[in-house]
């Protein structure tokens, strides 16, 4: 579903061609395939990055494979635009790192950060808008993890756990909005209604469906993350608000909508609200527009060899939040970011 998405974006995106596709499943080859039918296709990446031909790399594969594929496209030198999370766990994240060292161009698709709502709402928190940060919350009300190839999403060996695989979009935007760095993190949350009736090959999935997350920064802000994946019968999926010393911005999507109030001048129910749109945008899919804008931007960063805006480093953080908050579901207590970093934890443990 994911590489179909890239390749509409990529098509609707000036100076960019698909030349070539991969991917071991035959049937998600031949849907690619219909899109770009001259394309030459590939089942496996190893002979893909052996035949050459390509500029850049688009992964998104399932969240397990992340690092082995990236390794070995980082060894053959090769910009890549890899499908969050960066990888399931905290020690394969450095791994890349590592591997990538000074010189590779990794971008994490960290997207929801160009949601035009919401990339509204970083450009007022960023120009000062509601002063220093003291507070982020964060509502995302949704629908059940789909249906995936070979149902890898069913379970957390394979995702890193939702807490991973799905938030580290939200804990990417607090770490962004913030502009700090995790100190802690406390979570709540349980599978109690998703999936409980499906069975793999003997396995019940194991992904939790609904969570509270808080996380303390070291600039003495915190955040709050409301997730709920069987609440699709809603107005907007996420919510995002902003509070500072000076007033509150939030953004609504996907109502595209940037509400702000300052104190002294605005009281309840009296805000300016704006609808916020991009005419930038050549292809809106699955994201209202924010792959397309992070593809042009992708495309931007290898043709001048710039820094990645969401590279390893935000990669990394992501994942090692939501590593921390699966950590604390699983054991019922705070759990220090420094004990993740330090452990490289991460990995198969239940919810």
């Not at 990446?45 to 390509?54: D, I, N, P, V």
């Not at 949601?115 to 059940?144: K, N, Q, W, Y």
């Not at 760095?181 to 209604?193: E, I």
Request: net charge negative.
């Amino acid at each position: 579903m994911m590489g179909v998405e890239h390749i509409h974006n990529l098509l609707a995106l000036d100076g960019a061609e698909v030349v070539a596709l991969c991917d071991p499943d035959p049937g998600s080859l031949g849907t690619a395939a219909t899109l770009v039918p001259n394309a030459v296709q590939f089942s496996d990446h190893h002979s893909m990055l052996e035949a050459g031909g390509c500029d850049a790399l688009v992964v998104a594969t399932p969240n397990m494979t992340h690092v082995n594929v990236l390794l070995d496209v980082i060894e053959a030198g090769l910009p890549v635009l890899v499908e969050k999370p960066l990888c399931t766990t905290v020690s394969d994240c450095r791994r890349v790192i590592e591997a990538a060292g000074s010189d590779a161009v990794v971008w994490v698709g960290l997207e929801y950060r160009y949601m035009p709502a919401i990339a509204s709402l970083i450009d007022s928190v960023m120009a000062g808008t509601v002063g220093p940060i003291r507070m982020v919350a964060i509502r995302e009300h949704r629908f059940p993890f789909l249906e995936k190839v070979g149902d890898w999403n069913r379970f957390k060996a394979n995702t890193g756990g939702t807490l991973v695989e799905k938030c580290c979009h939200f804990f990417d935007l607090m770490n962004l909005i913030t502009g700090a760095r995790p100190l802690r993190v406390m979570a709540s949350g349980a599978q109690d209604v998703n999936h409980l009736d499906e069975e793999y090959q003997g396995r019940v999935p194991d992904v939790i469906d609904n969570a509270y997350v808080i996380v303390d920064f070291d600039s003495g802000a915190r955040a709050v993350l409301d997730l709920c994946m069987f609440a699709e019968a809603t107005r907007n999926q996420e919510e995002v608000s902003v509070v500072g010393d000076l007033g509150k911005v939030e953004a609504l999507v996907p109502e595209s909508v940037l509400r702000t109030g300052i104190r002294g001048k605005h009281g309840i129910g009296d805000i300016q609200e704006v609808h916020v749109q991009d005419s930038g945008i050549g292809y809106q899919g699955l994201h209202h527009g924010s792959s397309f804008v992070e593809h042009k931007r992708f495309r931007r960063t290898v043709l001048e060899m710039m820094r990645p805006e969401s590279g390893l480093e935000e990669g990394l953080w992501s994942v090692a939040v939501g590593v921390a908050a699966q950590l604390s579901i699983q054991e019922n207590r705070f759990v220090e970011i420094d004990e993740v970093m330090a452990n490289g934890l991460g990995g198969t443990e239940g919810d």
